[in-house]
């Protein structure tokens, strides 16, 4: 099922491309004064790129059971995450302050350096949209990062300050397609857990409505 999955997400990317590049040609074409049209066509272009969105986390998911395992330095990764995530650049009106409380020592762990890009990228997005959403603009949007020793494991936390997960949302966040969000695939934290476990690692969640939420995540350590 999930090698098919694969294979039709993988059959779906070239006629896609041809609708996105028919709609650039379009938006090239089309005079400003055809309002309307332009109109429908930011439409189709929205549309197509969120099926874009969707595929290629379909075909992240299939092949992410298999990962290619070994001693990966955690906090470089980390550090690569955050600065792609230019959590700085954000406007004024959604200022947002970033914490880290990093292990001084942190042993590698044992995983697939990608797969811990990818999870600690969809964790920290997550956390960014959850203090986007929140109305007051003057509202405290802090972001924590810290990283600790357990045992035979390396654990990762990933703290907003944001909306916070209702009991009823938290049943179903790992489903894939699960999504509470205009523009959201509904993927993102389906895939983190499918990662970790795939990894020998685990994923897990507190939160509180209207406060915000802790996700950690657990890896070997080597
Ligand atoms: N840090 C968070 N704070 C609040 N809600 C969250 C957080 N992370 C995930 N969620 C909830 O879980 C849902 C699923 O997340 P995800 O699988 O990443 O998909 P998406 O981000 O595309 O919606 C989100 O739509 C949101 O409702
Ligand atoms: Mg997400």
């Known amino acids: ?20 590049n028919i709609a650039a040609y379009l938006r090239a074409t089309i005079p400003a004064r055809n309002g309307a049209v332009l ?13 874009g969105e969707i595929l290629s986390s379909m075909l992240e998911f299939a092949r992410s059971g298999k990962p290619t395992i070994a001693p990966t330095d955690l906090h470089a990764v980390l550090k ?14 959604s200022r947002l302050r970033l914490k880290r409380s990093l292990a001084r020592r ?3 762990v044992l995983a697939d350096p ?13 956390g960014v949209e959850s203090m986007q959403i929140m109305e007051k603009r003057d509202a405290r949007r802090i972001l924590s990062v810290a990283t600790e020793v357990k045992g035979r494991q390396v654990v990762v936390r990933v703290a907003d300050t944001g909306c916070g997960i209702s ?8 489903e894939p397609f699960f ?44």
């Open 114 to 126: 990608v797969h811990v890009d990818r999870i600690l990228s969809n964790l920290i997005a997550n």
């Open 106 to 108: 942190l042993p590698p």
């Open 167 to 174: 009991p009823a949302q938290a049943r179903r966040i790992f």
């Open 39 to 51: 109109k429908q066509l930011k439409t189709l272009e929205q549309q197509t790129a969120m099926a």
């Open 1 to 20: 099922m999930e090698h098919l999955a694969g294979d039709i997400a993988h059959e779906l990317r070239q006629p896609l491309s041809v609708i996105q």
């Open 179 to 222: 999504t509470t969000k205009q523009a959201g695939t509904g993927l993102g934290l389906a895939l983190c857990r499918r990662m970790a476990e795939a990894n020998g690692g685990s994923i897990a969640f507190q939160s509180r409505p209207g406060k915000g939420t802790t996700f950690e995540l657990r890896l070997p350590r080597a």
């Open 80 to 93: 690569n995450v955050l600065s792609r995530a230019a959590l700085s650049s954000s406007s004024s009106s």
